[in-house]
């Protein structure tokens, strides 16, 4: 089938659904404020400064981390495996003003290619629970480094006692802290997952899993187009609860802007939300993809306007695949 086809069926379904009935359920500021702080972490991995250099303190060139930076920080590990799938890459950090141990997975730096090669392949993940089924690429994204992170996060948490584990990135690396957290707590850790534009990372067995792991903040924005694949049609869900983020692309975020969006699987978010936004993806409290040096924009993949017509300018990308 075509991606066309399948994008075009998802966005037609997501425009029936009414996003406007759920009941308005504001987040408290401290939630806000973890919310921001561990945006501007997801942030912070798109900067090749804290890619290349264990040791050093967690900075953002881009001027898009002032939590962060404010924070004091020494990153434990910082790695770009250049050659792996999908080319995964971020840090181990310890911060101990907020008290927190962070791993921060990168989004790709060629959303493109990865939406453009997004096979909708899932594979047996019984390991982690049983019926679970596991998208083939984050799962071999994660694969290629799980005993490093898995290591690195156990001597942090040996060496700073007291200190919480957070997982944590934007997209693509949304999906790969999803299932390193999903793994890890099964192994007996405690860690919170924090967010940014997920896309869908396996079966409705796993979804319900990772709920009820907890605690999971699982952030998305408006109509942003990367939650929204791969499609539920395939057989994706998304585990709950969703933090969904109402205000507009550049506005700063109240408390008052997000919804939380109980139920997995629940159209009252952004699966909801007519339309399908790229720029939604890239303004997550923070211009959160703003170290990247090819940021996300409209003319490099597809979305679909309000009407849920795909336009034909994003089959460029897409199209070639069947
Ligand atoms: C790491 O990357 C930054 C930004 O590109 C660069 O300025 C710095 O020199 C690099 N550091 C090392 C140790 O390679
Ligand atoms: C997944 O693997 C497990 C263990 O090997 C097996 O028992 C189970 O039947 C497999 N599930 C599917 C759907 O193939």
Known sequence: MLLFQVLASTFAGAALAAPWSLEKQAVSSEVLGRLTLFAEYSAAAYCTSNL????????CAAGNCPAVE??????????DEVLSFGDVAGFTAVDSTNKVIVVSFRGSRTLSTWLADLV???????????????HSGFWGSWQTVASDVTAQVESAVARYPGFSVVFTGHSFGAAVATLGAAVLRHSGHKI????????????????????????NYRVTHTNDVVPKV????????HPSPEYWIRSGDSAAVSASDISVVEGIDSTAGNTGAAGASADAHAWYIVNIDKCSSTPTSVSRFCYASSETIIRLHCLAPLGVRT
């Open 230 to 237: 791969p499609p539920r049609l395939f057989g994706f869900s």
């Open 192 to 215: 919170e997952l924090y967010t940014y534009g997920c896309p869908r990372v396996g079966n409705k067995a796993l979804a319900t899993f990772i709920t009820a792991q907890s605690p």
């Open 120 to 134: 909708f392949d899932q594979v047996n993940a019984s390991s982690i629970c049983v019926g679970c089924e596991v």
């Open 52 to 59: 290349n250099s264990s040791g050093t303190r967690v900075s």
């Open 70 to 79: 404010s924070a004091s920080t020494t990153t434990l590990d910082e790695f």
